[in-house]
């Protein structure tokens, strides 16, 4: 079946910092890719749209600056969280979609010192 | 604007159990609705997909409703085992096109031995 890969699964990183996240399609093309975030014991809040070769779309509360997305190719779309604070930990979860259904990749857990 | 709730937030059952999860969206217009199990820490396995157009999915001891004129579904677990301990969310995709998923916050099932 369609695999979606989302690497790394695991960040700790130090206030300040600015961490990527990459989300790839490894069997299929995605024309679109989510991007969701989860907190402890909250359901998927999901945070931007993108489009291959287009700009995001970022749903409402979501800083654009400081939560870049790149959907350069059909196979891969990152997550760059910009001088990334405490309150940005957090599970991010991507999903690709290129056909139905959506497929998911395994999340990153991202911890801010 | 859908939106999704899970009741029981949590469940704890004996080993061996049956046992019903509810989902309930406010928006009867859906493309079809999704069942996920999520591990701690982990992404979302897909468990089981219903169109708008059916009643019912099968898998194995998981069996997943939609009533969608009233906004409901539910999935029922037969004979629970250990290893079925996880959270469980539910999502529905508004239409056809590349559209994210609505979660609902998830039931969090603990089977005893």
């Known amino acids: 079946g369609a695999v979606v890969s989302q690497h790394p699964s695991w960040v700790i990183c130090k206030s300040g910092t600015s961490v990527k996240i990459e989300c790839r399609s490894l069997?299929?093309?995605?024309?679109?890719m989510f991007w969701y975030r989860q907190f402890p014991k909250q359901s998927l809040m999901l945070m931007a749209t993108s489009n291959e070769g287009s700009k995001a779309t970022y749903e409402q509360g979501v800083e654009k600056d400081k939560f870049l997305i790149n959907h350069a190719s059909l196979t891969l779309s990152t997550l760059t969280v910009t001088s990334a604070h405490p309150e940005d930990s957090s599970f991010y979860i991507c999903s690709a979609s290129g056909n139905q259904p959506q497929h998911f990749g395994d999340g990153t857990r991202l911890s801010i010192l | 604007k859908q939106e999704v709730t899970q009741i029981p937030a949590a469940l704890s059952v004996p080993e061996g159990e049956n046992l019903v999860l509810n989902c309930s969206f406010t928006d009867s217009a859906i493309y079809n609705l999704q069942w996920f199990r999520q591990d701690p820490g982990k992404g979302l396995t897909s468990l089981l997909l219903i169109q708008s157009s059916q009643r019912e999915q099968t898998s194995g001891r998981l069996n997943a409703s939609l009533d969608k004129s009233s906004g409901r579904s539910t999935l029922y677990i037969a004979a629970s085992q250990p290893g079925d301990s996880a959270t469980y969310l539910c999502?529905?995709?508004?239409?056809?096109?590349?559209?994210?998923?609505?979660f609902g916050k998830g039931t969090r099932l603990s089977v005893i031995a």
């Open positions: 069997d299929f093309q995605a024309t679109t």
């Open positions: 999502a529905v995709r508004p239409n056809s096109g590349n559209t994210p998923l609505v």
